[in-house]
């Protein structure tokens, strides 16, 4: 059902430090920071030939990756991403899996723009997983 990795997601304490490590050391293509209000984030996207990694950092009074870096002060892996065809027929194989969707169950609207939905860590190991749709 899950198809390619479509990012990694790292909650980061200081935005401008972790560009300069992906794009000064690492010499990574980094994208300039987009803001996503809907989703409590400023978004930084690293290009890979095969994938993204997506550097978050905390934007307004109740970002959801505020409460990570509290747990995290310098930062971690918050979430993988995969691809996935078909997002409802996604959910309702996962939900009759026994699997829990975070929040309503419907999906959002990703940084993307593409429908997402996330994935409760305690039913994968505790890593937090977001499915977008392809
Ligand atoms: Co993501």
Redesign the pocket.
């Given at each position: 059902m899950i198809e390619k990795l479509n990012?990694v997601?790292i909650a980061v304490p200081d935005l401008e430090a972790a560009c300069a490590s992906y794009r000064g050391m690492l010499g990574a293509k980094v994208s300039k920071p987009q803001d996503e209000p809907d989703h409590g984030v400023t978004v930084v996207f690293v290009e890979l030939a095969n994938s993204k990694i997506?550097l978050l950092f905390p934007l307004g009074d109740n970002s959801p990756i505020q409460g990570f870096l509290d747990k995290n002060p310098s930062g971690g892996i918050h979430?993988l991403?995969f691809e996935v065809d078909d997002i409802m027929a996604a959910r309702d194989h996962l939900v009759s899996e026994g699997a829990r969707i975070l929040g309503s169950g419907e999906p959002k609207t990703?940084?993307h723009g593409k429908p997402?939905l996330f994935l409760h860590p305690k039913d994968f190991q505790g890593t937090l997983i977001?499915l977008e749709e392809a």
């Open positions: 990012h997601a997506e979430h991403c990703g940084a997402v977001e």
